[in-house]
């Protein structure tokens, strides 16, 4: 498909007045990645062309539905590279399986899907496929996460023991979805965002990152979801503890219900030798404290930042990197990635984008979070 020059994106959702879809075509250009070229961005045609002009895209590489996309494009012979699928969650299976089945890699947003079995499958068809598939876990690029989880690796805290994750927002703290807001309609929707509301959404997110930056497997949790605004049909607030393989316990706790919060997304790990601590709404700053030592702060491209936040980090220290920057870094990732596969190379061992797997063990912590409150907050095996 692709030759010389940024690779041709295509994307699936993402039209008029869809958030996530200009962070991800902002986050796709950064770095000179990619080349947006082809769409199927609504459920409704009218809509599906009317965004694609909006964009720029040629006509007659607007489509309707991206199944008509999927075929045509993998016929082209300068169809598209790579798909982004930024839809609500209950249509990322469908529209990532019809990729995948004709050798387009696929860049899909999180969670993986709206249910385990469609998790199950669509790792399945990632297996079977030639392509790539990326899930949009953004918050594992940013440059102090790649550093902490190269310190944990190395056994700058020693023995893991305590890890601690919590995303509080307060968007939800009255029924926005009663309001005609879109982001909140869908997201407070069964249907289209699965069994898990805030835990699917900003939960997983959660769970993601203290699972790439501590490398534990979590061997069965407690959860107890509250849905604390009256009619609405998904929880809103989440608190879960947690086992981990090697014996080490942690604590997780999301909410849409929290005034003064807008984005505090907060990652602390605690071992025998030390611990860390990092916030999403202040990311270039993380703090290590070596047991009976003075705290020290870590900045992104000052002193003490290590080759792995550095390969991440485009300005100098004391310039702010954040959200799109992170993001892009996945997108640059992938690029790598992609023109590695194209190749017939191996994949650089240093690249850590999230994966299918990671998509499927964040469904399975959704599935046996609900479980688990369903049944008084049982611990629960994942």
Not at 9 to 28: K, Q, S, T, Y
Not at 93 to 102: D, H, N, Q, T, W
Not at 132 to 144: D, I, R
Not at 192 to 210: M, P
Request: with cysteine; proline share 4%; aromatic share 8%.
């Amino acid at each position: 498909m692709t030759g010389q020059g940024p690779l041709k994106l295509g994307m699936v959702g993402g039209g008029n007045d869809a958030f996530i879809g200009a962070v991800h075509r902002i986050a796709a250009r950064i770095d000179g990645e990619f080349t947006l070229v082809a769409g199927a961005l609504s459920s409704t045609p009218e809509r599906a062309q009317a965004s694609g002009a909006a964009l720029g895209l040629a006509e007659d590489r607007i489509y309707d539905d991206f199944k008509a996309m999927a075929i045509r494009e993998a016929r082209l012979k300068e169809g598209i590279d790579a798909v982004a699928i930024v839809t609500p969650n209950h249509m990322h299976y469908p529209a990532a399986r019809e990729f995948l089945k004709r050798g387009i890699h696929v860049i899909c947003d999180k969670p993986l899907t709206a249910t385990l079995s469609e998790a199950k499958k669509l790792v399945k068809a990632a297996q079977e496929s030639e392509a790539l598939f990326v899930l949009t876990h953004n918050y594992t690029g940013y440059p102090m996460i790649r550093q902490a989880r190269q310190m944990i690796a190395e056994g700058a805290l020693g023995d893991l023991r305590v890890v601690q994750a919590e995303y509080p927002q307060d968007w939800l703290t009255e029924a926005e979805e009663a309001q005609d807001n879109k982001q909140a309609e869908w997201r407070t929707d069964p249907a289209r965002s699965g069994a898990g509301g805030c835990v699917g959404d900003i939960g997983t997110h959660a769970f993601n990152l203290l699972s790439f930056v501590t490398g534990l497997k979590t061997e069965s949790l407690a959860a107890d979801l509250q849905t604390f605004v009256p009619g609405r049909r998904l929880d809103d607030n989440v608190h879960v503890m947690m086992r981990f393989n090697g014996g080490a316990r942690g604590m997780l706790w999301s909410s849409q219900v929290a005034p003064g919060n807008e984005n505090a997304l907060k990652l602390r790990v605690y071992g025998s030798k030390g611990g860390l601590e990092w916030a999403q709404e202040d990311p270039n700053y993380l703090w290590f404290t070596p047991f009976g030592e003075p705290k020290r702060l870590l900045t992104r491209g000052g002193v003490g930042a290590t080759g792995v936040a550095e390969r991440l980090t485009r300005t100098p220290g004391g310039h702010p990197e954040g959200y799109l920057e992170g993001f892009a870094n996945i997108y640059s990732e992938a690029a790598t990635a992609i023109r590695a596969k194209n190749a017939g190379d191996h994949i650089p061992a240093d690249l850590h984008f999230p994966t299918v797997e990671d998509g499927l063990a964040g469904v399975q912590f959704i599935d046996a979070c609900v479980r688990s409150s369903n049944r008084n907050g049982a611990w629960t095996s994942f």
